[in-house]
């Protein structure tokens, strides 16, 4: 991405609380929203082209979730390891949160 295009969604500040909402809704722990927050911007980085407005939040929305998923399946997986007469096929209560 050019430097312009980087300038222009770091400037847009609904996407920036828009960002940070997304990681207050996915993660509880401070310091993993702040890593989450950061990660999204390191891939606006990376992209060749990302447009302003939807597509930005729709991208940001991807990794945030992508990350969740990540940190959910670890914390998962770290408790069948502990305790192996868990079923891996049951789905965790709506209560679970991370962080």
């Keep these: 991405m050019n430097r312009r295009m980087m300038l222009r969604l770091w400037r847009d500040a609904a996407l920036g609380r828009y960002i940070d909402a997304q990681a207050r809704r996915h993660f509880s722990c401070r310091e993993d929203r702040e890593d989450v927050i950061v990660e999204v911007w390191e891939k606006f980085a990376g992209m060749q082209h990302v447009q302003p407005g939807a597509e930005a939040r729709r991208f940001a929305y991807r990794k945030i979730k992508n990350a969740y ?31």
């Design 69 to 99: 998923d990540r940190a959910l399946y670890r914390r998962r997986r770290a408790g069948e390891i502990a305790n192996p007469n868990i079923n891996p096929n049951t789905t965790a209560s709506s209560s679970e949160r991370i962080g």
